[in-house]
């Protein structure tokens, strides 16, 4: 596949140890998507950089702190999109939901809520995104070659903003409130190392990128679950109702609190991830030969995890293709067993940030629309 010979991994216990024996796989992914989504993405570096740089960006998108700050703007965002769609008669309900999705993440990261910007981003993202899984053939009329002239704009105004930022830095200018780009400046290791532009903006490409488009998938998949199985519908609402009703009568908006007590809802998220798996394998490459389950397995072979069977797999999940949140009532699954951000130290960075995205939508869909 792609040009090399490759193992595809779709047991539990398999998919479990790829992702977590760091020592035996690296990063296996295809030219193509390492060259789009950047060299000092998460995707193009080694476990020690990428150690490092997970570390100083975790925080900024995933820490407690963070999410109690961004609460507050998705909350708007979604109040104000629910309500505007169902004024306009008809409309491609994903078109919207990663516009939504989009603004959401360029407000985290950028502070940037210019239309325009915005518009002239997501079009490039999507063109990116036809490359991301292409052989890297780069003729015209190949999706490889359109997604390359996609990431140079998207590199040209990602660069645009950082000497933006830099220069208003250097006059003082800068706000109050702190964003992800404000964070990539700031932070250094233990050795005093800052990141220089091109790894800023390859965080950025990579952040970007996955922090629309899997969460927007989801959040409509949901949403036409809850559509196809009205008990689940009423379950959902009944539980987002009890939160309202709880509240004091001052409260404005939903808490992080709150959302973690929507216990029945997560469970309806989490159903949603598995029968859909929109994240569907990653790439990984033997470091050396390695036996795994009775296989060997040659050193330099790509090993793609297939989450998609674990998920499916009738062992674990009774009737797997059947959306039943119900499931998940006093049921952990073993490690290995439930992957939808991955696994291992190469665990989604965004989970948290993309189950928030995903409830909040959902808590005011529920109350307030069908």
Not at 24 to 37: D, E
Not at 180 to 192: K, Q, R
Request: aromatic share 10%.
């Amino acid at each position: 596949m792609f040009g090399s010979p490759s193992i595809i991994v779709t047991s539990p216990e398999a998919c479990r140890r790829v992702l977590a024996d760091d020592e035996a796989f690296k990063p296996g992914w295809p030219t193509s998507t390492v060259n789009l989504i950047g060299k000092n993405s998460f995707l193009g570096i080694s476990d020690e950089d990428h150690r490092r740089l997970r570390k100083l960006t975790a925080a900024p998108v995933n820490g407690h702190e963070s999410l109690s700050m961004y609460i507050r703007y998705i909350e708007d965002n979604v109040i104000t999109a629910l309500d505007e769609w169902a004024n306009m008669g008809q409309i491609e309900f994903l078109t919207e939901i990663r516009k939504l999705t989009f603004k959401i993440i360029i407000y985290i990261f950028l502070s940037s809520e210019s239309e325009p910007v915005m518009e002239a981003l997501e079009r490039e993202y999507t063109n990116l995104n036809y490359g991301v899984r292409a052989m890297a053939i780069n003729i015209p009329g190949f999706a490889y070659h359109k997604a390359l002239k996609a990431r140079k704009k998207l590199v040209a105004t990602l660069q645009s903003v950082v000497d933006q930022r830099r220069e208003q830095r250097r006059k003082n200018q800068s706000t109050a409130k702190k964003d992800m780009m404000d964070a990539l400046m700031d932070v250094e290791d233990e050795n005093g190392r800052r990141l220089n532009d091109e790894e800023i903006i390859d965080v950025l490409v990579m952040y970007l990128n996955a922090g629309h488009e899997s969460s927007g998938h989801i959040i409509m998949w949901a949403t036409l679950f809850l559509q196809e199985y009205p008990d689940v519908f009423r379950r959902a609402k009944a539980e987002q109702e009890e939160i309202v009703r709880k509240r004091s009568p001052n409260q404005k908006g939903l808490t992080l609190k709150e959302v973690r007590q929507m216990v029945y809802l997560d469970k309806v998220i989490d159903e949603t991830l598995r029968v859909i798996t929109f994240s569907l394998t990653v790439f990984r490459e033997a470091k050396k030969d390695i036996n795994i389950c009775g296989y060997t397995i040659p050193k330099g072979w790509k090993v793609l995890v297939w989450f998609r069977s674990v998920h499916l797999d009738p062992e674990t999940y009774v009737d797997p293709k059947k959306f039943d949140p119900s499931r998940w009532d006093g049921f952990t699954p073993k490690a290995g067993n439930f992957l939808p951000f991955g696994g291992g130290s190469r665990l989604c960075p965004g989970n948290d940030l993309a189950k928030l995205e995903i409830a909040i939508f959902l808590h005011y869909f529920l109350l307030n629309y069908e």
